[in-house]
Structures are given as structure tokens and as C-alpha cells.
């Protein structure tokens, strides 16, 4: 059997990553193997809430990397690929045109083949909001490859 592969997880905007450290309380219980395979990477377009990332989650178990970048810049993005982006808090201030081209972004910076599950602990404040995760071979159905 080969050896698992690190899961990159991108999250943008990642704002006070409440969402990681619930993620890893939540790993560490039912899913300690997976919690074992996860890389973090957040982005975010204020350098001050980065900071206050890195401090949030100081006790988090999940190894992390928090960049500056701004969403509707693929050139900004950290590099990729990633098996999973979710995204919380931005679409609702972002027009059509700013929503496609967010959308854009995160179908170049996914890898091929990704998973596609929407992915929110249920009774979470994340189930209630607009956390998903966006797949790269779903969207391809709709005529990008
Ligand atoms: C409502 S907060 C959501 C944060 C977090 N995802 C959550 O659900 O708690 C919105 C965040 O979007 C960030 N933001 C706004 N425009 C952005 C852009 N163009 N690219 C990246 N981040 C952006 C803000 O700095 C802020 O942290």
C-alpha cells in the first residue's frame, strides 16, 4: 500500500480561522488519521487579521501557513495545487463579475481530481454560512477543463 498523501486545504478568505481550530477538535475525536494528513494554507487580503491568525491558532496541531493574497488575483494566490479550497464570508460582497473570477482562481489553483464533498460539521457555524468546497472535476462538467 503507498503511503498517504498530504491533503493541502486552502481556505480564502481565511479571516480568524475559527473554522481550522474546530476542525482539528473535530479531527482529533473522529478522524485522527486524516487530521494526521492535513496542511493548512489561509489567505487574506489584511495583513493585521493575518497576524492574528497565526496567534488564534498557535495551539492548533495542524501544520499552517497564512499568506497574504487577495482573492480575485490568481497571481496572488499561494502555490498550488490544493485538493480542497472552501471559502466563508466573501461572496456576499463580491458582484457577478468578482464571484466568476474568484471562482476562476480556485478552479486553476485546485488539483485535478479533487474532492468534491461540501464539507461543514453539521450544527456548525460553518454548516449555517456558505462553507463549501469546490471541486475541480464538477465544475469541468460544465464545460472547463
Ligand atoms: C466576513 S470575513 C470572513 C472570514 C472567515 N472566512 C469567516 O468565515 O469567519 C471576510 C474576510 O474577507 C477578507 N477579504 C475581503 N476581500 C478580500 C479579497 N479580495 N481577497 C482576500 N480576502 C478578502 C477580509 O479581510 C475578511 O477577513
Known amino acids: 500500500m503507498g503511503e498517504a ?4 486545504l486552502l481556505a480564502i478568505p481565511c479571516g480568524l480561522p475559527r473554522d481550522l481550530t ?8 473522529e478522524n485522527p488519521a486524516l487530521l494526521a494528513r492535513l496542511e493548512y ?11 492574528k491568525a497565526q ?7 495542524i ?18 495545487p490544493f485538493h480542497a479550497i472552501v471559502s466563508t464570508g466573501l461572496n456576499e460582497f463580491l458582484d ?3 464571484i466568476a473570477e474568484f471562482f476562476r482562481n480556485i478552479y486553476e489553483a485546485l488539483a485535478p481530481g479533487g474532492p468534491s464533498s461540501r464539507v461543514a460539521p453539521s450544527g456548525s457555524r460553518a454548516a449555517n454560512s456558505d462553507a463549501s468546497v469546490r471541486a475541480r472535476h464538477p465544475l469541468s462538467r ?3 477543463t
Open 96 to 98: 457577478d463579475s468578482q
Open 5 to 8: 498523501i498530504t491533503l493541502r
Open 55 to 61: 496567534d488564534f491558532t498557535h495551539n492548533c496541531v
Open 22 to 29: 474546530e476542525l482539528a477538535e473535530i479531527l482529533a475525536r
Open 63 to 80: 501544520p499552517r501557513t497564512f499568506h497574504l493574497g487577495n482573492a480575485l488575483l490568481r497571481e496572488s494566490f499561494p502555490s498550488g
Open 41 to 51: 494554507h489561509g489567505m487574506d487580503i489584511d495583513p493585521e487579521l493575518l497576524a
Open 142 to 144: 460544465t464545460g472547463r
